[in-house]
């Protein structure tokens, strides 16, 4: 049954956000402690950590190489060394409050609270190549599955998978717990950061 939890793991951070699947190993951005942490996803034990470069990080994704990290005091997207934390380059935001990146293999993804919109955007230079509408009233996490957008929302508590193209809902199911934040697919399943119960979920779809 889509939704139902696989297993879960107590979060590094005390409000854990983004996240990534680097196709192996989980990574998890925490906005009050400002570490990304790189976590082995069988038991969620900190492989290694380094500091968020501003002040309020929230989304995560990871391009098969770098990891991306946007920040909603600074306003701006980071790409990342995983290694060393260090930053490549970085760009502004599309709005005013941003959350959940994703990766779709070309192009980036990214959902904003202020605007309550999904942005696609240029990977190189941070330019809107398309918006819509979330399906929700607070959007939060992000992921991709190679085909479809999963979305989560703390108004609705429930996660969506959304047509890239429109933005048009094509399921949703319940989150695991109150307060759903990150998302990552890691091929097969989802992960979904929790800021509530302070744990990381893994869900069947």
């Given at each position: ?6 297993r ?9 956000m ?31 950590s380094f ?30 060394d ?35 919109k999904i ?13 819509f ?23 609705s508590?429930?996660i969506y998978?959304l ?12 989150s ?30």
């Amino acid at each position: 049954m889509a939704g139902t939890v696989i297993r879960s793991f107590a979060a590094p951070g005390t409000l854990p956000m983004g996240l990534a699947w680097d196709g192996r190993t989980l990574w998890n951005v925490d906005y009050n402690t400002r570490l990304i942490y790189q976590l082995d996803p069988a038991t969620g034990t900190v492989i290694r950590s380094f500091a968020s470069p501003s002040n309020y990080p929230t989304g995560l994704a990871w391009d098969g190489r770098t990891l991306w990290n946007v920040d909603s005091d600074s306003l701006k997207i980071y790409q990342l060394d995983p290694a060393t934390g260090k930053v490549i380059r970085s760009f502004a935001s599309p709005a005013g409050w941003p959350q959940g990146l994703a990766w779709d293999d070309r192009t980036l993804w990214n959902v904003d609270l202020a605007s309550l919109k999904i942005y696609q955007l240029d990977p190189a230079t941070g330019k809107v190549i398309r918006s819509f509408a979330s399906p929700s009233t607070v959007p939060m996490g992000l992921a991709w599955d190679r085909r479809t957008l999963w979305h989560s929302d703390l108004a609705s508590l429930k996660i969506y998978q959304l047509d890239p193209a429109t933005g048009t809902v094509i399921r949703s199911f319940a989150s695991p717990a109150a307060s759903p934040r990150g998302l990552a697919w890691d091929g097969r399943t989802l992960w979904n950061s929790e800021s509530a119960s302070r744990k990381i979920y893994q869900l069947s779809v």
